[in-house]
T-cell receptor, first 115, second 111 residues
Framework: GAGVSQSPSNKVTEKGKDVELRCDPISGHTALYWYRQSLGQGLEFLIYFQGNSAPDKSGLPSDRFSAERTGGSVSTLTIQRTQQEDSAVYLC?????????????FGPGTRLTVL | GQQLNQSPQSMFIQEGEDVSMNCTSSSIFNTWLWYKQEPGEGPVLLIALYKAGELTSNGRLTAQFGITRKDSFLNISASIPSDVGIYFCAGQGASYGKLTFGQGTILTVHP
């Protein structure tokens, strides 16, 4: 497809389990971002990747959160030992240059529920 | 850290009315962005503002970058039912890859 895709669209897990969320950016986009949106809230920055540069991880809330971007394309956000407060919609975005105003688009998100 | 206060939290208006919402920040931003989000989808960029005092339009939408660089507003004129959604402001500071978002304004338009 032409847009950013994310999988799964919904994930229900038990507290303490690990989860992996996947993002397929738009082909050719060099920058990729992860944001988190809790119910009724704005988006919270987690991490972004730009080309081969070291990612900006300053938004990751704890060391249980990590992300990779393989081959400059697909990205995986991993949450270890999930907690109930991790429940949120996780949104991925990609852009042609650095900055979401540079032809940036968000995916539809993965809704994570931790029981 | 930087925080954005967006108001109002929600608005209920009649079709045809004009709408205004704004964001204020505790610190300066270099770029202000306005997004719209519909249920089950990611936010979609509506308008980007790059200079203090800049006024930019996109159809029935008009947004301004405040002179102090700490605020921005969005106006929607002659609202229609498809304007329904959540509108977010976002500020970009020194790090181009990182946006700080407001809490959102939920807009409901009655036909």
């Amino acid at each position: 497809g032409a847009g950013v895709s994310q999988s799964p669209s919904n994930k229900v897990t038990e507290k303490g389990k690990d989860v992996e969320l996947r993002c397929d950016p738009i082909s050719g986009h060099t920058a990729l971002y992860w944001y988190r949106q809790s119910l009724g809230q704005g988006l919270e920055f987690l991490i972004y990747f730009q080309g081969n540069s070291a990612p900006d991880k300053s938004g990751l809330p704890s060391d249980r959160f990590s992300a990779e971007r393989t081959g400059g394309s697909v990205s995986t956000l991993t949450i270890q030992r999930t907690q109930q407060e991790d429940s949120a919609v996780y949104l991925c975005a990609s852009s042609l240059g650095v900055g979401l105003d540079k032809q940036g688009f968000f995916g539809p998100g993965t809704r994570l529920t931790v029981l | 850290g930087q925080q954005l206060n967006q108001s109002p939290q929600s608005m209920f208006i009649q079709e045809g009315e004009d709408v205004s919402m704004n964001c204020t920040s505790s610190s300066i931003f270099n770029t202000w962005l306005w997004y719209k989000q519909e249920p089950g989808e990611g936010p979609v960029l509506l308008i980007a503002l790059y200079k203090a005092g800049e006024l930019t339009s996109n159809g029935r939408l008009t947004a301004q970058f405040g002179i102090t660089r700490k605020d921005s507003f969005l106006n929607i004129s002659a609202s229609i039912p498809s304007d329904v959604g959540i509108y977010f402001c976002a500020g970009q500071g020194a790090s181009y890859g990182k946006l700080t978002f407001g809490q959102g304004t939920i807009l409901t338009v009655h036909p």
